[in-house]
């Protein structure tokens, strides 16, 4: 099992940024797909960006532009940069790890966009 411990959540006006952390305690580069989700209230969990272990990056329609997935291999570990971070990207931002069949999630981390 693959222990994920994300970071970086928190407040954020409309149009500020916020850059979110997902150490992992493996080598990432061990790990086929990294991703980014988020669940806010009421809705599905939803893919935000994935990046996999060649570098391949893709991302939800309503982010692209806006978010931006990238690694520290010698770290272990995947951030999302958000900016122009609107109300409706409001949710809990979880981290995941692909291997396989087989995914792992992170604990999740509040992110909150409200004047």
């Known amino acids: 099992q693959v222990q994920l411990v994300e970071s970086g959540g928190g407040l954020v006006q409309p149009g500020g940024s916020l850059r979110l952390s997902c150490a992992a305690s493996?080598?990432?580069?061990?790990?086929?797909?990294m991703g980014w989700y988020r669940q806010a209230p009421g809705k599905q969990r939803e893919s935000v960006a994935i990046?996999?272990?060649?570098?391949?990056?893709n991302y939800l329609d309503s982010v692209n532009g806006r978010f931006t997935i990238f690694r520290d291999n010698a770290k272990n570990t995947v951030y999302l940069q958000m900016n122009s971070l609107r109300p409706e990207d409001t949710a809990v931002y979880y981290c995941?790890?692909?291997?396989?069949?087989?995914?792992?999630w992170g604990q999740g981390t509040q992110v909150t966009v409200s004047a």
């Open positions: 995941a790890a692909q291997r396989g069949p087989l995914t792992d």
């Open positions: 493996i080598s990432i580069l061990s790990i086929d797909i």
């Open positions: 990046l996999t272990a060649g570098g391949g990056r």
